[in-house]
């Protein structure tokens, strides 16, 4: 008898009737590095995915960036390396257009298989950052908000060549062919001449349903930023960066380069950040912050001050891996301490220029290599935390300086950052503690990893 039906496989079958060339279909969860690791299927046996799902290793949620499984606190091989089930997201389905042959790609969520003394058999996994931004996300459902949210993405384009030292090098430029040397920051001539990867990024974009905004050129050269649209889903919000990454580096790749989010990839230049802009709408689909009187600047300040007080607890998440606590430098563009301001941009947490309308936090600590979900919940964690506890930011910086010194409370190196995580007091409270203590395990067991090694400087100095 053949299976009725369901809403999910029917979304495949329309899918199919738009595209009917498609041959293959590439399906991947977003781990907690933001590596995507999945399958590709031949058309023909895809459509099993929209009725049952796909068992793959649970542990695919938290793999090293080198792709070990390094068993962070016995979750995966001490249980047998168990499978979970991953789920189709609806309304994720869409075609690859760099792909060499017609391709479609869905984002998958992780739902946990049945282990014995586990609570949470057959739900979305309890180790899935994009399960914790929901669980988050209920908690100021209470409050009677909805975070409206976008996020920014900087990222450099890179030549697919080294050094003789193995360091990446800028791109060529694509009018001279020189290597980019100098910084040009909203440069009009950098977007002419990069305007064919920048054009077909906002059209592989749109055709993958990913509102994609303005493009500018960065601090840095071959530095861009692409902007996505505000939207009232967080969690979509968090699915589109995860998306738009992709995007952004197949088509690098179809033009003959590598874009990379990391961090810091150059010592001495601009590192890659992910702001985040947020807002919050009442019932009526108000902007609370930008209402006029006592109540909305009351609560813009009780969530500035929360998003300060769990600032420091929430470093390892924005601060995801040890290259990144490299862009945390006096002088580099990167705010040093919880301060916020009046359209300031050397603040943590910036309220931009405008109209009340459109008033709304920019939070500019995390790096681009951030795991979206995980620093859209701890964001809204803190903004959560403020409102319920009012909490009060005291005055805003009136100046600015990016050389200022860091902020001695805050724990700006990664280790330091991840120790104090593993003592949290407020996070836990607003994201799943499951979660926070899986990843703190396995960044633990990767920065051991990360440092077993004797790096050329070592020879230099102490041979």
């Known amino acids: 008898m053949a ?25 991947f969860v977003h781990d907690m590095n933001g590596f995507l ?43 047998g390396d168990p499978d979970g089930t991953a789920h189709p997201i609806p309304g994720r389905l869409a075609p690859v257009p760099w792909a060499q042959h017609p391709t479609a790609q869905v984002l998958l969520q992780m739902h946990d298989p049945f282990i014995k003394g586990e609570s949470n058999p057959g739900k979305p996994s309890k180790y899935c950052p994009r399960a914790a931004l929901q669980g988050t996300l209920a908690r100021l459902t ?5 975070p409206m949210v976008a996020v920014e993405l900087e990222f450099y ?92 580096k197949g088509t690098a790749r179809e033009l003959g380069y590598i874009a990379s989010f990391m961090s810091k990839p150059f010592l001495h230049a601009a590192g890659s950040g992910m702001h985040v802009h947020v807002s919050l709408v009442d019932k009526a689909g108000k902007n609370i912050f930008g209402e006029t009187g006592a109540k909305g600047e009351a609560m813009l300040r009780n ?11 929430s470093m390892a998440i924005f601060g995801a891996n040890p290259n990144a606590s490299r862009r945390y430098v006096p002088g580099n563009n990167v705010p040093m301490s919880p301060e916020w301001g009046h359209n300031n941009r050397t603040v943590a947490f910036r309220i931009p220029a405008g109209g009340p309308k459109a008033r709304r936090i920019e939070h500019r600590v995390a790096g681009a ?32 300086d990016f050389k200022r010194p860091p902020d001695p409370k805050i724990p700006f190196k990664f280790q330091d950052a991840l120790e104090r995580l ?22 633990r067991a990767e920065l051991e990893k990360f440092h077993d090694v004797i790096s050329p400087r070592e020879y230099d100095w102490y041979l």
């Open 3 to 27: 299976k009725k039906p369901t809403p999910q496989s029917n979304e495949f079958d329309a899918f199919l009737k738009r595209y009917p060339k498609t041959q293959d279909v590439d399906v």
């Open 37 to 79: 690791r999945g399958k590709r299927f031949p058309v023909a046996e895809a459509k099993k995915l929209w009725e049952s799902g796909v068992e793959m290793p649970r542990c695919l949620l938290f793999l090293d960036p080198t792709g070990d499984d390094l068993d962070p606190g016995g979750r995966s091989e001490a249980l």
């Open 142 to 146: 209470k409050l009677g908000v909805t």
């Open 157 to 248: 384009l890179l030549d697919p060549a080294r050094d003789a030292g193995g360091q990446p090098l800028p791109p060529k430029n694509p009018q001279t062919g020189q290597i980019e040397t100098s910084k040009q920051p909203y440069s009009m001539d950098d977007l002419d001449a990069y305007a064919t990867f920048i054009r077909r990024v906002a059209s592989h974009a749109e055709a993958q349903g990913i509102p994609s905004a303005a493009a500018i050129t960065e601090y840095s050269p071959g530095q861009f930023e692409i902007n996505l649209k505000h939207q009232p889903d967080a969690v979509a919000a968090c699915d589109n960066a995860v998306l738009l990454k992709r995007c952004v």
């Open 303 to 313: 969530a500035i001050g929360g998003l300060q007080a769990t600032m420091a607890e």
């Open 369 to 400: 290599d951030a795991n979206p979900y995980l620093a859209m919940a701890a964001i809204l964690a803190g903004i959560a935390y403020g409102l319920e506890q009012k909490l009060d930011p005291g005055a805003p910086a009136e100046t600015g």
């Open 422 to 443: 593993a003592k949290a007091k407020i996070l836990p409270r607003y994201i799943d503690p499951e979660c926070l203590g899986l990843y703190v395990d396995a960044r």
